[in-house]
């Protein structure tokens, strides 16, 4: 517990420490952490769910999931690959003479509709999760998948789904999950203080008043970060808090920068707490030729982004969303474990109260049986 302990108070630091450089460097602390710590987090995490099962109930559950997992990462990097080819100018062309074919048509409602894959792969997820009958799980995914059909021409479903699910909700909000279902299971104080200290940051980000760019951030770092897409994120989150309708949007708004700071903070705290939890979550414990060939990847993968983002970006592109859509059952499994606590503890709780009523019964009735027998005497 002490170890433990340690661990959270040193999360606590890590916490604030990241959101300090997340004032300072919104930019460039998520390029950064991105391109170094992501390609990491990644690999080291797609081998612990391995062996964990996926936190599947059953090996057979872990086969039919990954066949989903395959099909949905599948149905994604189509429509990854269609955008991707139209950024580049020896791909250009390429696209253009898709978009002029008959294909265009059917291709760009698959466009749309393709993002639903996530939704389905996580509905998979949270059908293994929470029913071992099979019809009840086909029912589930059935039904669900077949919504997708109407449901894919809503902006904010695709919005949810499309864009925050594999994004912020994967970073930010699974994080707080993970973390708060580990503080109940090890009652762990200092773990309830790191929930609340999240919370907390997006009040100071939402109190802070931004006016200008930072002084240290290059016009190239902007470029780049343009470049990856990656603002569609803080366009799409900008525009929920309904100060953006399109026209008026860009990098140097007040309310674009607190947003950028808080992407900056979520996914740069997001790979550091998996990081100060090794000792914890064990997932360092692999055979030594796995390390070298995860450690030659990762140097690869840094390689690579530090001589041009963009090929890095798309190079991971695989390895990013696969470790996000792996992590579902895991993420279900963290929601389901704070019910199941509760529930347990209130269970407890009545157990208690009845077996003292029981206790005051017991001693109520031993006081009346030891009174007839004086009265008898």
């Given at each position: ?10 999360n ?34 797609i081998?612990?769910?391995?062996k964990?099962?996926?936190f599947?109930?059953?090996?057979n559950d ?7 997992v ?12 269609f ?5 580049w ?9 898709i978009?002029?074919?008959p294909?265009?048509q ?11 894959a ?9 059908a ?14 059935g ?5 997708t ?28 999950l ?13 773990g ?10 997006l009040?100071v980000i939402a ?7 930072p002084?240290n951030?290059?016009q190239?770092t ?18 929920l ?5 399109g026209?008026?949007?860009?990098l ?7 947003v ?12 550091l ?23 030659s ?25 696969l ?9 279900v499994?963290?929601?389901?474990s ?12 009545a ?21 007839v027998?004086c009265?008898?005497?």
């Amino acid at each position: 517990m002490s170890a433990t302990k340690n661990i959270e108070i040193s999360n606590f630091l890590l916490i604030w420490v990241t959101l300090f450089f997340a004032f300072q460097y919104p930019f460039e602390l998520f390029l950064f952490s991105y391109a170094v710590l992501g390609p990491l987090h990644y690999l080291t995490e797609i081998q612990w769910l391995e062996k964990k099962n996926y936190f599947l109930p059953s090996v057979n559950d872990k086969k039919n999931y990954l066949k989903a997992v395959i099909v949905g990462l599948l149905l994604l990097f189509i429509t990854f690959a269609f955008f991707e080819i139209g950024k580049w100018e020896f791909t250009q062309s390429l696209q253009n003479s898709i978009q002029k074919s008959p294909l265009s048509q059917p291709l760009s409602t698959y466009t749309q509709w393709s993002f639903s894959a996530l939704f389905v792969v996580f509905i998979f997820a949270v059908a293994f999760q929470t029913t071992s009958n099979k019809t009840q799980r086909g029912l589930i995914i059935g039904i669900c998948g077949l919504s997708t059909l109407i449901l894919y021409k809503f902006t904010f479903f695709a919005v949810c789904f499309g864009i925050f699910l594999p994004t912020i909700i994967h970073v930010f909000l699974f994080t707080i999950l993970f973390m708060w279902s580990g503080a109940k299971k090890n009652k762990s104080t200092w773990g309830f203080f790191n929930v609340v200290s999240m919370f907390f940051v997006l009040i100071v980000i939402a109190s802070t008043d931004f006016t200008t760019l930072p002084y240290n951030t290059t016009q190239s770092t902007l470029q780049t970060y343009i470049a990856t897409n990656f603002h569609q994120v803080n366009y799409a989150l900008t525009r929920l808090l309904g100060h953006a309708d399109g026209s008026n949007w860009n990098l140097q708004l007040p309310i674009v920068l607190k947003v950028q700071t808080f992407i900056a903070f979520a996914y740069t705290y997001h790979y550091l707490n998996w990081f100060s939890k090794t000792t914890i979550i064990q997932w360092h414990k692999v055979n030594q030729r796995n390390m070298y060939i995860t450690l030659s990847l990762w140097i690869a993968c840094c390689t690579i982004f530090y001589f041009n983002y963009r090929i890095g970006l798309a190079a991971i592109y695989v390895l990013s969303m696969l470790h996000i859509i792996l992590e579902f059952p895991l993420n279900v499994a963290s929601i389901k474990s704070l019910f199941q606590n509760t529930s347990a503890d209130t269970k407890e709780m009545a157990s208690i109260t009845t077996d003292r009523k029981s206790t005051r019964l017991n001693s109520s009735h031993l006081v009346i049986s030891y009174a007839v027998f004086c009265l008898k005497k």
